[in-house]
């Protein structure tokens, strides 16, 4: 078993937590994704019908912002990573 | 580094009780809103004009996102639903004045707001069905989706208050970095994105959220 100097694993650690924050935000392109979806459907949407627009877009950010989540997490946990070390 | 809220002082110099700069800023707008709202409404009219108008058109506004979801309830909801959509957005507007930070970009504040919709949205629920008739909801259709149905429920105020959150500190730490690259004038269309058309929609979004919650529970 080799002993590391207490330096040596703290930069470790720390190289470590920062990759792993980059990483984290690979799981920004599953709610961009689905977000962009969810607005081409509701132009879709406004196109055949005009007249229901205001809920169309209500319906739509409300959709937006639930499959948003997940991507607000890994921003979080980002951050913690970043600045929690 | 620590980019967080930063201890200010201590409230009667007990170490349990810190007072931070988000802290002292969200104070700060409770007031602004408070003087603002006694001044918007000083005279009031049948027929409406200058700054009245101001006050109907918000009022209107916030009326007009309630009603479609709890039909005819709109009135009851509306004093709380009003402040929840004035405070988020005035807090996250107040961050656009230099040296003040926004207090929704504390987690602290942002889950205080969360846990109190939190608790509406279990005395609505229990409102509408009873006590025991509403905790019975949780096991429904079958009794094994138990344990399921009521960590839904509680990761309701954890979605809803990291959500604000992080949108509000991701675009924060954009402009500090951006601050660090360029100084001078590249900032500013980021500010009006971050601060101004995402502080406005994450607002409204904080509100609607908190309307739908309640209108599930009532369902």
């Keep these: 078993m080799i002993e590391f100097s207490p330096e040596v694993a703290e930069t470790v650690i720390t190289t470590a937590s920062y990759i792993a924050a980059g990483a984290a935000l690979i799981a920004g392109v599953g709610p961009g994704i689905g977000m962009g ?13 005009p007249q229901a627009r205001g809920s ?16 607000i997490y890994s921003l979080v946990i980002a951050i913690f990573l970043i600045f929690g070390v | 580094m620590n980019p967080g809220p930063q201890i200010q002082f201590y409230l009667f110099g007990k170490e349990y009780l810190p007072i931070t700069d988000t802290l002292l800023v969200g104070w700060l707008s409770v007031v602004i809103i408070l003087i603002l709202a006694k001044y918007l409404t000083l005279s009031l009219s049948i027929r409406p004009e200058g700054k009245q108008n101001v006050a109907e058109m918000i009022v209107e506004l916030i009326y007009k996102q309630i009603e479609p979801m709890l039909p005819g ?9 009003a402040t929840i959509f004035i405070y988020v ?7 656009l004045v230099p040296g003040l930070t926004s207090p929704t970009g504390d987690l602290n504040t942002t889950l205080g707001l969360a846990l109190v919709v939190f608790v509406v949205v279990q005395y609505e629920g229990m409102r ?3 006590v025991w008739g509403y905790i019975k909801g949780f096991a429904e259709p079958v009794i094994f989706l138990l344990p ?18 992080g949108n509000i500190v991701g675009g924060g730490i954009i402009i500090t970095l951006i601050y660090q690259a360029a100084p001078a004038l590249i900032p500013v269309p980021l500010h009006a994105w971050f ?5 406005m929609i994450q607002a409204l979004i904080f509100g609607m959220v908190a309307i739908a919650y309640i209108s599930v529970a009532k369902s």
């Excluded at chain 1, 979806?37 to 055949?48: E, L, W």
């Excluded at chain 1, 169309?56 to 991507?71: A, E, F, P, R, Y």
């Excluded at chain 2, 601060?195 to 502080?199: E, H, L, P, R, T």
């Design chain 2, 128 to 130: 509408e069905y009873g």
């Design chain 1, 56 to 71: 169309i877009i209500t319906t739509m950010l409300l959709g937006q912002v639930i499959s948003g989540s997940t991507g």
């Design chain 2, 195 to 199: 601060d101004f058309f995402v502080g």
């Design chain 2, 148 to 165: 399921i149905n009521v960590i839904g429920e509680l990761a309701k105020p954890i979605s809803h208050s990291f959500r604000l959150f």
């Design chain 2, 73 to 81: 309830e709109g009135w009851r909801f509306l004093p709380f639903i």
């Design chain 1, 37 to 49: 979806f969810a607005a081409g459907k509701a132009t879709t949407a406004v196109r055949r019908q």
């Design chain 2, 89 to 95: 957005g005035f807090s996250n507007l107040i961050g």
